[in-house]
């Protein structure tokens, strides 16, 4: 008997568990009625009287040996579920870097903004456009120099496709869909074949305007292009119109704004002249409303266009357009607060 209760005292001692079922399993199978240290504690009963109280001692002394054992492999599995991970593994991890709208759509909603509260509604066309849209609906001669190589992208297998090389396209599609009144404002992306450089960009962004109705004047156009300009660059802003030449508008004008870092009073920003340009604008040209099928004898109407990099720059002093395509985030950080 000696012998057996070594053995159990050995058997206990490695015992180990992880799980609670675990640490069961050994208390049924040393402490439960049929467990081995309740069996001998029945065979005790029939051992001589002799030897019964070293053999009690010892067999007591087994029974609370396993009892402690098994309690505290308990206890260890019990804390090591709740100490165990407490972490939540799903969580996103923090803290979620914000991103930021890009300067140019910050700008382009601005525009869009201040025209809508005007009541002109958007309208978008297509970046990859055909001659017609782009060049001959807009009163551009076929030998006109816009068209040329140095200018435009063409698609190679199809000279007439091309990729809109301003955004005076959506006005001869918006006419085509319509009949006046028509007051839109069309934002896009245009494409040059230029030489990349600080200054310039074989893409860029434009915003065009364009109003048709009875008895639409210049006045009409001078006013919502002098709101325009105050609402974006400041109540004191002062505009100043400059006769000009586009196939497309006659009369045309390119319109300049007071500097609005020197207030007008000259500065490196403007050139010392007090004025920066911002748009072409004009009347739209009669063929060009015929081509739209436009009745140009019952309708006028205005049209301006701007570039949404150039304004930006103006807002934000942005030196290097090519900033704007990099998708360097410590550039785009620094717009966080723009809107
Ligand atoms: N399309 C011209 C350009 O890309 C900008 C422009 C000028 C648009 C005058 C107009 C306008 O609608 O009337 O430079």
């Known amino acids: 008997m000696l012998e057996k209760i070594e053995q159990i005292r050995a058997e206990v001692q490695q015992l180990t568990a992880t799980t609670p079922e675990e640490a069961e399993q050994h208390r049924i199978k040393y402490l439960s009625k049929k467990g081995q240290v309740t069996m001998l504690m029945d065979e005790f009963r029939s051992v001589p009287a002799e030897q019964k109280r070293e053999l009690g001692k010892k067999i007591n002394e087994l029974k609370?040996?396993?009892?402690?054992?098994?309690?505290?492999?308990?206890?260890?599995?019990?804390?090591?579920?709740?100490?165990?991970?407490?972490?939540?593994?799903t969580r996103t991890p923090y803290p979620i870097p914000l991103g930021t709208r890009h300067p140019l759509t910050i700008v382009?909603?601005?525009?869009?903004?201040?025209?809508?509260?005007?009541?002109?509604?958007?309208?978008?066309?297509?970046?990859v456009e055909d001659d017609w849209h782009v060049y001959s609906s807009m009163n551009f001669a076929d030998d006109h120099p816009a068209r040329d190589m140095q200018d435009t992208f063409f698609i190679e297998a199809h000279p007439d496709i091309i990729l809109r090389s301003h955004t005076s396209s959506v006005?001869?599609?918006?006419?085509?869909?319509?009949?006046?009144?028509?007051?839109?404002?069309?934002?896009?992306?245009?494409?040059?074949?230029?030489?990349i450089s600080a200054r310039a960009h074989c893409f860029f962004h434009q915003v065009e305007g364009l109003y048709i109705d009875k008895g639409v004047s210049f006045t009409d156009l001078k006013q919502i292009l002098l709101l325009f300009a105050q609402e974006m660059f400041g109540e004191k802003t002062q505009i100043r119109l400059r006769p000009s030449y586009f196939?497309?508008?006659?009369?045309?004008?390119?319109?300049?704004?007071?500097?609005?870092?020197?207030?007008?009073?000259?500065?490196?920003?403007?050139?010392?002249?007090?004025?920066?340009?911002?748009?072409?604008?004009?009347?739209?040209?009669?063929?060009?409303?015929?081509?739209?099928?436009?009745?140009?004898?019952?309708y006028t109407g205005y049209a301006f266009g701007m570039g949404i990099e150039r304004i930006t720059n103006l807002k934000y002093?942005?030196?290097?357009?090519?900033?704007?395509?990099?998708?360097?985030?410590?550039?785009?950080?620094e717009f966080k607060s723009a809107y």
């Open 247 to 298: 196939p497309f508008t006659e009369p045309s004008a390119e319109m300049d704004i007071s500097c609005h870092l020197c207030g007008g009073k000259g500065c490196s920003f403007c050139k010392h002249t007090g004025w920066v340009e911002i748009l072409g604008c004009g009347m739209v040209d009669p063929a060009v409303l015929e081509a739209g099928g436009i009745d140009s004898t019952q």
């Open 64 to 89: 609370q040996f396993v009892q402690d054992k098994i309690n505290s492999l308990k206890e260890q599995v019990a804390t090591s579920l709740t100490s165990g991970p407490q972490v939540d593994l």
């Open 108 to 127: 382009k909603n601005e525009i869009v903004d201040i025209f809508s509260r005007l009541g002109f509604t958007m309208a978008e066309g297509p970046e």
């Open 171 to 195: 006005q001869s599609r918006v006419m085509e869909q319509s009949q006046p009144p028509i007051r839109v404002i069309c934002p896009g992306r245009v494409y040059r074949n230029e030489a």
């Open 317 to 333: 002093q942005v030196k290097d357009l090519r900033m704007f395509s990099e998708n360097d985030t410590r550039f785009l950080d």
